[in-house]
């Protein structure tokens, strides 16, 4: 499942996103899928983070997939960018 930027994008959010947070369930087999069918490479710069979800979903995120708004809020407030604090802020009616 999507979780920060993208997933506030794909809700509406008027952002266009920098980095992608996938929430991925299941075991290490799933994430090397991800991975392959993903065709992604390593890279400590990159803008694609996998993080274990604590929570179970398919191996690979469907289109529309996105974390529940608490977590996409959560996430924005990670980022240390003032485009985003507006955006958040006007996306989910907070002045954290």
Same mark, same amino acid.
């Given at each position: 499942?999507?979780?920060?930027?993208?997933?506030?994008?794909?809700?509406?959010?008027?952002?266009?996103?920098?980095?992608?947070?996938?929430?991925?369930?299941? &075991?290490?087999?799933?994430? #090397?899928? =991800? *991975? +392959?069918? %993903?065709? $992604?490479?390593? !890279?400590?710069?990159?803008?694609?983070? @996998?993080?274990?979800?604590?929570?179970?979903?398919?191996?690979?995120?469907?289109? &529309?997939?996105?974390?529940? #708004?608490? =977590? *996409? +809020?959560? %996430?924005? $407030?990670?980022? !240390?960018?003032?485009?985003?604090?507006? @955006?958040?802020?006007?996306?989910?009616?907070?002045?954290?």
């Amino acid at each position: 499942m999507f979780g920060s930027e993208i997933a506030a994008a794909r809700l509406g959010a008027p952002i266009r996103p920098a980095s992608v947070l996938i929430h991925l369930g299941g &075991n290490a087999s799933d994430r #090397r899928e =991800l *991975i +392959r069918q %993903g065709r $992604l490479r390593k !890279d400590e710069r990159g803008m694609i983070r @996998i993080r274990p979800a604590i929570w179970t979903n398919s191996p690979v995120p469907a289109f &529309n997939e996105t974390v529940p #708004r608490l =977590l *996409i +809020r959560a %996430g924005l $407030l990670l980022e !240390d960018d003032p485009r985003i604090d507006e @955006i958040r802020t006007q996306f989910f009616g907070d002045n954290c």
